[in-house]
Nanobody, 127 residues
């Protein structure tokens, strides 16, 4: 059984940085692609950043240049380095594991390609 456990969230002021972590356990060979999603109160869940098996990354336009997704395979850990945070980044952040094929037109930031989800970590940014 695949388990994903996020950590690193918190309350920060605008302009600050945070690094989220997601430790993955269990058999993920069928779900080798990873991503971060977020959901703010009253809004739909949105894909933030994704990384495939080759290390190719994709980002939502709203976070490009500010967020960086990476993974440490030896530690089975996914990261999201967030900088220049603003109030619009306030949300519950979830990591997810799944499978997509970008070269076949799959959207890495679509939740339809992810089978396993963590419980989330809250990020709150104040002005």
């Amino acid at each position: 059984q695949v388990q994903l456990v996020e950590s690193g969230g918190g309350s920060v002021q605008g302009g600050s940085s945070l690094r989220l972590s997601c430790v993955v356990s269990g058999a993920t060979y069928n779900s080798p692609c990873m991503a971060w999603f977020r959901q703010a109160p009253g809004k739909e869940r949105e894909g933030v950043a994704a990384i495939d098996t080759d290390g190719t990354t994709d980002y939502a336009d709203s976070v490009k240049g500010r967020f960086t997704v990476s993974k440490d395979s030896a530690k089975n850990t996914l990261y999201l380095q967030m900088s220049t945070l603003n109030v619009e980044d306030t949300a519950m952040y979830y990591c997810a594991a799944g499978l997509y094929y970008s070269d076949e037109g799959d959207d890495p930031l679509s939740s339809r390609y992810y089978d396993h989800w963590g419980q989330g970590t809250q990020v709150t940014v104040s002005s």
